[in-house]
């Protein structure tokens, strides 16, 4: 259906791409909360470690996602390449 009304395929799926990037935080900051509230009362629960390495990845997500966000905002970042 995108390409029978014109447009590119290739920056539609780039750009459906990035927005779910940048949805993705939502649902992993939920679970995390979820798991550990289901810590307290749940006796097969999450462990330590496990919470810690997945509270890591979403906050590397979040991250990413803040670097993408400021470089389509046109913020020069030292080190990175500029979006285009």
């Known amino acids: ?14 750009l459906s791409q990035v927005v779910l990037s940048l949805i993705l935080p939502a649902p992993m900051i939920a679970l995390l909360i979820l798991a550990r509230a289901a810590m307290s009362w749940v006796p097969t629960r999450a462990g330590l470690l496990a919470m810690a390495a997945a509270t890591v990845a979403a906050a590397i997500v979040l991250a990413l996602n803040l670097l993408l966000v400021l470089q389509i905002a046109g913020v020069p970042l030292d080190g990175f390449v500029a979006a285009r």
């Open 1 to 14: 259906m995108i390409v029978a009304i014109g447009i590119d395929a290739t920056q539609a799926l780039v």
